[in-house]
């Protein structure tokens, strides 16, 4: 290879680290204030599924239209993924669970949260109810209201038999896990998986599940049918919106990541490129060095 040419290689690939670091910053910047949200969302979502786990334990809960198990009917996918890629295999292992439950559950509708997921939903030729793309980093109720509205409207028509939603849920900065959730009909049980992942390993969260397993009695006033029309809903808009937080923090926390790993890539074959560009100038020079002394000494004779 000649000289120039590594010589550009390398130039081209400091721009490139350099591209990669600002990336890398700007992202350790939303993934600092993602990962705060999502925390910060954590206490509100564990307490409104406490609730909805003891409604819907009781009598009148599981009498609720919106818990009532259907044997029949298509099933509705809520796939969240980001909009924009470099972010490692954020994207990709949710787009994977979808796959795989596309092989079990080939009667599936779709509603796409993300570009990745409306393009993903799109190849595979499934038919999407809604679309929801370049939703703003800082995640609000108000958000969600949409998505709730259309998963509630379709699911109480009678076509579906399930709402599904697959997301990346947030571990930690180097750990993220692709989660399949049953959205509704509300099912105690779906409800303590969701929490699961919520509650710390250690504290005063942590024995919530045996806390939940007590049968605790309510009055509810007016009627258990006006309030649960009313508060189910919002419980559900509330199981959303914790979605859409875990899959911000997951996104920024891998692409930060993957932008690190490229910098420091870079900055290794910058260390190879230069390395080989010495050897070549150095043998280049040994080659001139060598013409002029066997002149020199053609001269000589």
Known sequence: MALKQIKNKIISTQKTGKVTKAME?????KMRKSQERAFE??????????????????????AHPLAQKR?????????????????GAVNSSVLKRAAENFEHNPETDVVAVGKKALEFSTREGKKILASYTNISDNVHLSDVQDLTHVVLRHFTDGAYKNVTIIYQNFISTFEQVPVKRVILPIDPEDIYDVMSGIKPKVGKFSDDRVALDTKTVYRVEPSAEEVLDTLIP?????????ALLESKASEHSARMVAMKNATDKSKEVVKALTLQFN???????????????????????
């Open 279 to 301: 050897k070549e100038r150095q043998a280049a020079i040994t080659a001139e060095v060598s013409e002029i002394t066997g002149g020199i000494e053609a001269m000589k004779e």
């Open 234 to 242: 919002q419980l559900v808009q509330i199981m959303l919106y914790h």
């Open 41 to 62: 969302g954590r206490p509100y979502v564990h307490a409104a599924l406490r609730i909805l786990g003891r409604l819907a334990e009781s009598s009148e809960g599981l």
């Open 71 to 87: 044997e029949t009917g298509k099933q509705l996918l809520v796939i969240v993924t980001s909009d924009k890629g470099l972010a």
């Open 25 to 29: 910053s700007v992202s350790a910047v």
